[in-house]
T-cell receptor
Framework: NAGVTQTPKFQVLKTGQSMTLQCAQD?????MSWYRQDPGMGLRLIHY???????DQGEVPNGYNVSRSTTEDFPLRLLSAAPSQTSVYFC????????????FGPGTRLTVT | AQSVTQPDIHITVSEGASLELRCNYS??????LFWYVQSPGQGLQLLLK??????LVQGIKGFEAEFKRSQSSFNLRKPSVHWSDAAEYFC?????????FGTGTSLTVIP
């Protein structure tokens, strides 16, 4: 099993550009989520999905869109990047929503200039 | 509001010394509690978790944590730290509605 994979590992965007961060898991996990990690703030939940076709907002959803068309994939879209979105982004998955260990991808370091 | 507090931003210990990382949570009921470790440039890895039962839980890499309901705490301990334990440690709670992480404690191990 590859676990949770994320691409790209690094990305530099200009303000206003759009891009999609890719996330995939091969563990047949129902629950997937996106976090951003900023210095001194820990990880904050952006969006999550409890299964294909179902998504919901987390703590900091503004500026981000998600979709879940398959169990395996959970892309995160930045429609118009802003410098405040400079961060490290982690995708995670778990067997189900409640009380299960989350498996994390290696992260994507995004810089918006 | 629910929250997780890790009061120590950074801790330095000597190799072989004992370690305790503090975690306090704010939640009306007993949450489900986790400790994760993040090595530089890596994602997070689960060290241990508490759902119910015995309040002292054992994890990987020789770590343990104790849930104390009266103190709303879930402190992580290790009797003898190894240089490879240098990393960032995150406490997390799952309230059933959402997952919250603390701000992390950075551990430096000196020879």
């Amino acid at each position: 099993n590859a676990g949770v994979t994320q691409t790209p590992k690094f990305q530099v965007l200009k303000t206003g550009q759009s891009m999609t961060l890719q996330c995939a898991q091969d563990m047949n996990h129902e629950y997937m989520s996106w976090y951003r990690q900023d210095p001194g703030m820990g990880l904050r939940l952006i969006h999550y999905s409890v299964g294909a076709g179902i998504t919901d907002q987390g703590e900091v959803p503004n500026g981000y869109n998600v979709s879940r068309s398959t169990t395996e994939d959970f892309p995160l879209r930045l429609l118009s990047a802003a410098p405040s979105q400079t961060s490290v982004y982690f995708c995670a998955s778990s067997y189900s929503r409640l009380f299960h260990e989350q498996y994390f991808g290696p992260g994507t370091r995004l810089t918006v200039t | 509001a629910q929250s997780v507090t890790q009061p120590d931003i950074h801790i330095t210990v000597s190799e072989g010394a004992s370690l305790e990382l503090r975690c306090n949570y704010s939640y009306g009921a007993t949450p489900y509690l986790f400790w994760y470790v993040q090595s530089p440039g890596q994602g997070l890895q689960l060290l241990l978790k508490y759902f119910s039962g015995d309040t002292l839980v054992q994890g990987i890499k020789g770590f343990e944590a104790e849930f104390k309901r009266s103190q709303s705490s879930f402190n992580l301990r290790k009797p003898s730290v190894h240089w490879s334990d240098a990393a960032e440690y995150f406490c997390a709670v799952d309230t059933g509605n959402q997952f919250y992480f603390g701000t992390g404690t950075s551990l430096t191990v000196i020879p």
